[in-house]
């Protein structure tokens, strides 16, 4: 039976993904749009909010339900509103049945209801399918409404960001819709500074937002690099003037920067510059282009970050912190303040809405990544700092409790080609924030599709319809990058002989008295088990840089070393780093002794393809190998009982 359900395991893990989220009403925040049914837990695949933002909603009125897709997968769509136990109270679409509706285009991203029963508080819940991958296969989104029995009031009518004036909604400021129902970063032209433009994208994850002129950059275009040195040799700040001097572009000179090829298209240049990285992505493309970063060694409990269960703020004041983690530093250069109180370390969350196979699994080369988002239009630039969780589309940093760490951001494009450059420290302590260096780094990128040119592992939507949407990859509106369209690489941006001597110490924890409190190490928790533990162990990920090197693949990777599944401790913090030296315990602990890491064997090219194939999916005709295999399996074990 073990053998059995490890199998059973083995085919839920290379199930496929998607990516689809509530836009009215809004759905759960933040907007995570890869919350399928092989990774996350039902009904919604995150878990309610302590405080949920509740759309009103009334019973007769007619609703047009909008979402973004950013994959043109198989299939349909289900409309429901469900109760806070997750029973069915009214299905919206389809009216009668239990069928997914919108098989006759399979691009659509809107649906026109009408409630007709009272419940608050509850939840819409959308279903979308992905045929490609199999029948049963499905993600979800889900928004907190609240629907009464009652003839909505004028200024009701629009969301509370407009006034009801003709049987219209007249939106106020930064809010867009029927309904005004929408937060957008920009209303006109003005909103965006130093002659900024306000660009429209219906479908985007803000349907409307700034492109900077060259030099600006920010939510606003309200930011420039304040330090801006005069005739520098590298680099073109006051491009298009003085092109004749920088052989690349007119922009900067390529002598100056530390050269990665990511492909036989895509480069990727960099400098330091005293206790900052500048980086310049060159890729083959007009649409958007991105590049994303995480240690080389980060442990799998990263998944828990963003808090979507308020955890830090649910302290247990049981616990006691009885030892103190050692960062490897100079101490007498960074003494540590003995008057200092200890301050407890937050609770983590249990599991983010994620299943407890989907805690153990090894991280996929997008889990917990740092990214950079450019793009350019009509000679202005849109630069985001942004990180995602898991395959969810990026989100930016500000939604994070982060900010834009860029101290200088540019953008041309240039001969078929985009260039952006940006710079920011190498140490970064936000929790949004990865560090560039020093040493080696997990590196991906990737940039979007162009017409003409799509690319699927499987069969979509686009190649076998029906659609209405033939354009579904807008040129720099952010979706599915295509399974050629990205890779990973191990790069070294920072040397450590180019490190900066940070100013800022890490922290410390010092040894507090014993009645100080703190939390519990924290269980992992689904529906199928009362514990489970994420790995202590980390990801540990061996690829081959590509410095200035005519070698280069869309996935490549020496090995892959993760811990076996049997043996797995919860632990936050990034190993490479800090010395295991904190124990946190209740008044009468019953300690186990932690096992030894255990390496797995080392995986060919063949067997981690999984990790980057259209988003750790299998191919079909491997699954379907693994499928026979297992269905043998049944042979003979009935045969040997």
């Known amino acids: 039976m073990l053998q059995l359900l490890l199998l059973l395991h083995l085919l839920l893990r290379y199930s496929a993904v998607g990516h689809v989220a509530l836009t009215f009403p809004s759905a759960r925040f933040p907007p995570l749009d890869f919350l399928d049914s092989a990774r996350t837990i039902s009904p919604c695949g995150v878990p309610k909010p302590d405080s949920p933002r509740y759309t009103q909603l009334y019973v007769g009125e007619s609703y047009n339900f909008t979402w973004r897709l950013q994959y043109p997968h198989q299939g349909g769509y289900r409309l429901s509103v469900i109760n806070e136990t997750g029973d069915v109270v009214e299905q919206l679409t ?73 049987g219209k909604c007249k939106c106020r400021h930064s809010y867009s819709g029927e309904l005004c129902q929408y937060k957008d970063y920009c209303s006109t032209d003005d909103d965006c500074l130093n002659d900024g433009k306000c660009v429209k994208e219906a479908n985007g994850i803000v349907r409307r937002t700034c492109y900077c002129s060259f030099g600006y950059f920010g939510q606003n275009c309200d930011q420039t690099f304040d330090v801006k040195p005069e005739n520098d040799k590298c680099f073109n700040y006051d491009y298009p003037k003085d092109e004749k001097k920088y052989d690349k572009y007119g922009l900067f000179e390529d002598d100056c920067f530390k050269k990665t090829a990511l492909n036989e298209d895509d480069f990727v240049y960099s400098r330091v510059v005293q206790d900052e990285l500048e980086i310049i992505l060159d890729y083959k493309s007009t649409s958007w282009i991105s590049i994303g970063w995480r240690p080389m060694e980060i442990d799998r409990s990263c998944r828990l970050f963003p808090d979507l269960e308020n955890a830090r703020n649910k302290r247990d004041t049981r616990w006691t912190l009885i030892s103190h983690s050692t960062i490897q530093m100079n101490e ?129 939507a686009l190649d076998q319809g029906p659609i209405s949407d033939h354009n579904f990859y807008r040129q720099d509106e952010v979706k599915y990058h295509g399974n050629r369209n990205r890779g990973v690489h191990s790069v070294t941006f920072v040397s450590v002989d180019e490190q900066f001597q940070n100013i800022r110490p890490l922290p410390r924890f010092r040894q507090p008295d014993p009645s100080s409190l703190q939390h519990p190490v924290a269980a992992v928790h689904d529906p199928s088990a009362h514990a489970a533990e994420v790995p202590k162990a980390t990801q540990a990920v061996s690829l081959p840089t590509t410095i200035t090197s005519e070698r280069s693949s869309s996935i490549s990777a020496d090995t892959i070393r993760q811990p076996p599944l049997a043996k ?33 064997p080392k995986l060919n090219s063949r067997e981690i393809d999984y990790l980057y194939f259209d988003n750790g999916s299998l191919t079909l005709s491997t699954f379907q190998l693994v499928y026979f295999f297992f269905f043998l399996f049944l042979l003979l074990s009935h045969c040997y009982l």
């Open 94 to 166: 389809p009216v009668k049945g239990s069928k997914y509706v919108g098989i006759e285009d399979q691009t659509l991203q809107h649906a026109v209801v009408r409630p007709t029963r009272p419940c608050a508080p509850c939840i819409v819940l959308l279903e979308r399918q992905a045929l490609e991958w199999g029948q049963a296969y499905e993600f979800r989104s889900c928004a907190d409404v609240n629907i009464v029995q009652e003839t909505p009031k004028d200024d009701e009518r629009c969301s509370k960001h407009g006034d009801y004036e003709n």
């Open 332 to 460: 007498s250069q960074y003494p540590i303040d003995s008057n200092l109180m200890p301050v407890p370390i937050p609770k983590l969350p249990e599991n983010n809405g994620l299943l407890r196979a989907a805690l153990l699994a090894p991280l996929h080369p997008m889990d917990c990544t740092d990214i950079v988002i450019g793009s350019v239009r009509d000679g202005r630039s849109r630069i985001n700092d942004m990180y995602t969780r898991d395959r969810s589309t990026p989100l930016y940093d500000i939604w994070l409790d982060g900010e834009e760490s860029f101290s200088a951001a540019y953008g041309i494009e240039r001969d078929g080609r985009t260039i952006v450059m940006f710079r920011r420290r190498i140490a970064e302590i936000e929790p949004s924030d990865h560090p560039l260096g020093p040493g080696e780094i997990f590196v991906i990128y990737a940039k979007g599709q162009m017409m003409g040119s799509y690319s699927h592992a499987v069969k979509s």
């Open 568 to 600: 797995f401790h919860l632990n936050s913090e990034t190993e490479p780093t800090v010395k295991e030296e904190s124990l946190f315990i209740q008044s009468e602990p019953v300690l186990e002794p932690k096992p030894e890491l255990e390496l797995e």
